[in-house]
């Protein structure tokens, strides 16, 4: 990167800054931003890729454009990164992705210029047209941009906000399109963007026949005038009728997504016909840096500099697993809402594609697509991050535990969100899967027991869910609660003897393990009588406190610690099914740590587990 005395990027602190340098600049500017791209996202972990493709165009947006009077929305928020360099927030991109530091995804309390947040995906047009439609409720003379990839895309309610768009609302949609989410998109929507691009061919000859007749002296332009009366039908015959149009919305593209210029021009003739359009980009995920554009599914997300790399986790455990379980039946087969490789099943796609399904960035589909397969006899199985499933809430009451189908979740990313933040937490799932009749919910803290439980609910009859966390195994967990290896025996594993109960016992289920055992040994070493169960079954929670019962006694100091939301968590739930089957002698002395009415989103830099009031020294504080 060029010094900063001499760099474009260096004297932008606002849009207002870019737009006063010269269009000739922008070259150079979008080498500079690539340059310190790659410089702070290695180091800090981030969406790399996404970000590399789309710098061209957050450029041309800002000088086109005037944030935050015209509202700029990005979906999904990972891409926001040039957009947040040119928005004033460069010189803290170090923090960027830390907790209580720059957000990785868009986020309306760090910016004025962040018009909507978004870490899911397929919101922005909905938000958009919300956007366009108060404005034009309130008279206020301004635009809505909303940026969408190909991927984002694939999700239904892009779909359902699609088909309520006002023509005359002066509302620009730009589809971003670089055949990509985080794995490969699929789908007939996929297949069909790529034969709208298959037709650039035609754009271009029909530049080329606008240019050769306005030469023409006399009679050219109204030849041309003439002939632009019937390029729709002749365009509608080459893209076999454009789905964008028939909605209402005018066609722009496609255009090169990574030629600034031409970027810019179609921004601004966008902004100009003061109505719906949709302008259809095409970019490199990756551009201008040679590791990324070869492998833009492996740069989608880095993990910066000094972060935990391991070879295996929970969902390589998980993955393994399934494909060895699929070896073995023909009626288990997998499904993902574009999150494959994330979610370690894309082995399983190679060794068994007909039992492969990726639906793309849509999961309530993906839910009642697994209903509709576990009625007609198969056992699908939908590998998940805890916080997509939130998505799909109503179509696991209504469609798969109405009906007691044998749809089994495996949840991944469950617990806290060390570097995604807010938007990814995956701390609700336990309070909302648990009040939903017939699921039963497991947690399984070893690579062991993961394997057992699995070939456990897979055998079942109805729906399951089985949650895991983003991390290895802690090996002290296997040692200390399955000494002997009989990983079938999950459930309730305390680490002491029902004849020997200590005065304080610590419930805890999930990855949060770690840390409990790092409190529960500091304690031990202070004098105190402390003991450990971890829970692997949590629903059904009279079976579990039934198990429970023989490890505690009337006088025991209970403490339930949960990285989850209290409210209606598995720690109030527990307790209270404690209290009817153990009734007089239930302890008296109890205490919930689990994470209160937030989103655990700190503003400042710190420990989110001390945030949350979950942290070692939390728990250290309510031992006796």
Not at 238 to 247: R, T, V
Not at 512 to 530: C, F, N, P, Y
Request: hydrophobic share 40%.
């Amino acid at each position: 990167m060029s010094n900063k005395k001499n760099s474009y990027l260096y004297s932008i602190n606002g849009p207002e800054d870019l737009r006063a340098l010269p269009a000739s600049a922008m070259p150079d500017l979008a080498e500079e931003i690539r340059a310190f791209l790659i410089d702070h996202v290695e180091k800090t972990g981030g969406h790399l890729a996404s970000n590399l493709g789309v710098v061209e165009l957050s450029i041309a947006l800002h000088r086109v454009f005037h944030a935050p009077e015209d509202h700029i929305i990005w979906d999904v928020g990972h891409q926001s990164y040039v957009h947040k360099i040119l928005t004033g927030r460069r010189d803290r991109f170090d923090s960027l992705r830390q907790v209580g530091g720059l957000s990785g995804f868009t986020n309306r309390r760090e910016s004025i210029y962040d018009a909507f947040g978004a870490g899911h995906s397929s919101t922005s047009v909905s938000a958009a047209l919300g956007f366009a439609q108060a404005d034009a409720i309130q008279k206020k003379d301004a635009y809505t941009v909303a940026i969408i990839g190909d991927g984002a895309f694939t999700g239904g309610m892009v779909h359902e906000a699609l088909y309520n768009v006002s023509p005359d609302l002066p509302l620009i949609l730009i589809l971003n399109e670089n055949e990509m989410s985080i794995s490969r998109n699929t789908g007939a929507f996929a297949r069909y963007i790529a034969d709208i691009r298959a037709s650039a061919s035609y754009l271009a000859t029909k530049r080329r026949t606008a240019r050769l007749l306005h030469k023409i002296p006399l009679i050219g332009k109204p030849i041309y005038h003439m002939l632009r009366g019937i390029t729709r039908h002749v365009k509608r015959s080459i893209y076999h009728s454009n789905y964008f149009e028939s909605l209402g919305l005018l066609y722009l593209g496609p255009v090169n997504g990574n030629d600034y210029s031409r970027v810019e021009r179609v921004l601004r003739q966008a902004k100009s016909r003061h109505g719906a359009v949709l302008v259809h980009i095409k970019t490199q995920k990756g551009k201008g840096y040679a590791p990324a554009e070869a492998d833009p599914s492996g740069y989608h997300s880095t993990r910066g500099e000094g972060s935990e790399s391991s070879t295996d986790s929970f969902h390589s455990v998980f993955g393994e697993e399934l494909l060895s379980c699929a070896r073995e039946n023909p009626r288990i087969a997998a499904i993902t809402a574009a999150m494959g490789l994330g979610c370690g099943i894309e082995n399983f796609r190679t060794a068994f594609p007909e039992r492969y399904f990726d639906v793309g960035i849509a999961e309530e589909h993906a839910t009642t697509f697994a209903a509709g397969m576990a009625a007609d006899g198969m056992i699908p199985c939908f590998a998940v991050y805890s916080t997509f499933l939130q998505r799909a809430y109503d179509n696991i009451l209504h469609d798969v535990a109405l009906q007691n189908l044998p749809v089994k979740f495996f949840i991944d990313r469950a617990g806290l969100a060390l570097h995604d933040g807010a938007t990814h937490h995956g701390i609700f799932d336990v309070a909302y899967l648990s009040g939903i009749p017939h699921i039963r919910l497991y947690a399984p803290a070893t690579y062991g027991s993961l394997r057992a439980i699995m070939h456990h609910v897979l055998a079942l009859p109805g729906p399951c869910a089985i949650r895991y966390p983003n991390a290895a195994e802690d090996p002290r967990v296997p040692a200390r609660f399955y000494p002997e290896g009989r990983y079938d025996e999950f459930g309730v594993r305390p680490d002491y003897p029902s004849d020997t109960i200590p005065d304080n016992v610590i419930l805890t289920y999930g990855g949060i393990i770690s840390r409990v055992l790092d409190a529960a040994d500091e304690a031990r070493t202070q004098g105190k009588s402390v003991g450990v169960i971890l829970l692997e079954e949590l629903k059904p929670y009279d079976l579990l406190a039934k198990r429970i019962k023989p490890f505690l006694r009337s006088h025991t100091h209970v403490l339930f610690v949960e990285e989850g939301i209290e409210n209606g968590g598995a720690a109030a739930l527990t307790l209270l099914s404690l209290h009817r089957c153990m009734g007089a002698d239930f302890p008296a002395d109890y205490h919930i740590l689990a994470i209160s009415d937030h989103f655990a989103a700190p503003s400042a830099p710190t420990d989110l587990y001390r945030f949350c009031k979950i942290g070692r020294e939390d728990i250290l504080a309510n031992l006796i």
